[in-house]
C-alpha cells in the first residue's frame, strides 16, 4: 500500500511543525516540512501530498491579527493549487494557528463579499493566553478526521482563539449544516467553566462543506503518546493519546 504524503507547511514564526510531523508518522504516514516560500516557487508541489497540514505557532509574529498576513499569502499566491488540491478530495488540516489561517485565508467558510467574513478568531474573552487542558466534544458528521470520535482530552495555548460569528443566524447555519464538528466541554481543574475563550456556541473545531477541511484550536499533536497525559502517572498509562485517532483517521481515509 502506498504511503500517505503530508506536506506539513511551515512559515515564519511556526513552531509546532515538528510536532505535527511527528504525530502523522506516528500514524503510519510520511511528513515533510515545506516552508511557505517553497511552495510558493513551486505550487505544482502541493499535488504530490494528501494531506495539507497547518500547524500553530505565532506566523510572521501574529503582526495585524493571528495568521492573516499567512493567510493573505496562500490567498494570493497559492489561491488556485489549494483549490485543486481540495477539489481532488484530500484533506486540509490547521490547528491553532493553522484554524486561524485556514479561517481567515477563506478556506474553511466562504467570505461573504458584500460584508467580508462571515466568522474570525480574535482575542479571548476574558483577554489573556490560555494554557490548558480542555475536554472537547466531537459531532464527526461527515469529517474524516474525526470519524469514530465521540470527545477528546487535549491541550490549549492560545491567546486569539475565540470564535465569533458576525450574526447568530451564522452560527445556526453552521451548526445546521454539520460544520460545527467540535466543541468546548470542560476545563481540566476549574470543572465550572465549559469554555475557556468565550467562543460563540462553545465552538473549539469547525469542518468545511465537504468535512474534508478541518480547523481546530486544540492541539491533538500534543496528545499522541500516553505520556503526554498531564495526570499519567496517576491514572496510568493508557493505549496511545487521545489526539492519535485524528491523525491515523487522516492516514486511513485513503486505504
Known sequence: ????KVL??????SNCDGELKFAFELAGGRADLVHVNQLR?????????????????????????????LA?????FLGDALRQFRDREKLILGVCNGFQVLLKAGVLLTPDLDDGPLATLTHNEPPGFQDRWVWLDSRPGKCPFL?????????????EGRFACRAGWILRGLEQSGQVVLRYSGI???PELRNPNGSDGDVAGLCDATGRVLGLMPHPERHVLPVQHPHWTRLGLAAEG??????????????
Not at 500500500?1 to 500517505?4: F, G
Not at 508541489?45 to 509574529?61: M, R
Not at 470519524?147 to 490549549?156: Q, S
Request: proline share 7%.
Open 72 to 76: 493573505v499569502t496562500l490567498q494570493h
Open 8 to 13: 506539513v507547511l511551515r512559515a515564519p514564526g
Open 242 to 255: 487521545d489526539g492519535l485517532r485524528l491523525f491515523r483517521n487522516a492516514i486511513e481515509f485513503f486505504d
Open 147 to 159: 470519524r469514530g470520535v465521540d470527545r477528546l482530552f487535549v491541550p490549549i495555548a492560545h491567546g
Open 41 to 69: 516557487e513551486r505550487p505544482a508541489l502541493l499535488q504530490k501530498y494528501q494531506i495539507l497540514a497547518i500547524p500553530g505557532g505565532f506566523t510572521y509574529g501574529d503582526d495585524v491579527a493571528a495568521g492573516k498576513i
Open 1 to 4: 500500500m502506498p504511503i500517505v
Open 188 to 190: 481540566v481543574d476549574q
